[in-house]
């Protein structure tokens, strides 16, 4: 199994399942000990009412393990945050404008696309300034999502592990459209990432079935959007 689609996979995964292990354990545990307390306390066994005292060794136990449980979870969390937020210097940094309702990306060369377009096993910093509204930049086979804020700097980075074609949503409601916010990622080979960035204005050097389909989708919608 490839360790996914970006650096990221990995370690996000891993505290996703952590947390869902943990949370399926509990479940189980305690809903085996209400049913089980469910029977044995029971009026029909127990006609008198009795007085429970204190227990002070449960009560550091059942405060002791959820903490040691919480701070595992906060480290897992702490690190792969500090992993998202400190970006590699030698980053290739791309420009990503958002806008009621699409995505501007600009490249170093000055070239401007809809789609986002990254070269494989590089390191890609992603500066996001909104026009308007918040939005949020969101791909989640990359496991990255940042919101997007008006007159705030925000980025965000990422290494592509394989050469594929991914969806990028915008993940913050943004109005009436804020569903055609939807563009792909294409990760290309180094070779044709640079052969692409210095080729003319065209989107994609090779006919791309799937991000043609979304183009007519969102000349559609803004057809539609004039006509009203
Ligand atoms: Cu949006």
């Known amino acids: 199994m490839s360790s996914g689609a970006s650096n990221f996979v990995e370690s996000v995964d891993g505290v996703f399942l952590l947390s869902i292990i943990i949370s399926v354990f509990f479940l189980v545990?305690?809903?085996?000990?209400?049913?089980?307390?469910?029977i044995k306390y029971s009026r029909k066994r127990n006609p008198k009412a009795v007085n429970v005292h204190s227990n002070t060794m449960l009560e550091v136990t059942w405060t002791i393990i959820p903490m040691i449980l919480v701070l595992i979870l906060f480290w897992y969390g702490w690190v792969g945050y500090k992993e998202m937020v400190d970006i590699p210097e030698d980053a290739m940094t791309i420009e990503v404008t958002?806008?009621?309702?699409?995505?501007?990306?600009?490249?170093?060369?000055?070239?401007?696309?809809?789609?986002?377009y990254v070269p494989v096993n590089k390191a890609v910093k992603l500066t996001l300034i909104s026009n308007d509204v918040n939005h949020a930049f969101f791909v989640p086979k990359f496991r990255i999502k940042k919101d997007i804020l008006p007159g705030?700097?925000?980025?965000?980075?990422?290494?592509?592990?394989?050469i594929e074609v991914y969806d990028v949503f915008c993940a913050e409601y943004c109005g009436l459209n804020h569903s055609a916010m939807l563009t792909k990622v294409v990760v290309m080979s180094a070779a044709d990432f640079e052969y692409w960035l210095n080729a003319g204005?065209?989107?994609k050097p090779?006919?791309?079935?799937?991000?043609?389909?979304?183009?007519?989708?969102?000349?559609e919608i803004i057809k539609r959007e004039n006509q009203n």
Request: proline share 0%.
């Open 98 to 116: 958002a806008q009621m309702w699409q995505w501007k990306f600009k490249y170093e060369t000055g070239k401007v696309t809809d789609s986002l």
């Open 152 to 162: 705030r700097d925000r980025a965000v980075w990422f290494i592509a592990n394989d």
């Open 201 to 203: 204005n065209d989107e």
């Open 29 to 38: 545990l305690i809903t085996t000990m209400m049913i089980y307390f469910v």
């Open 206 to 219: 090779d006919d791309n079935a799937e991000l043609n389909d979304n183009n007519e989708a969102k000349t």
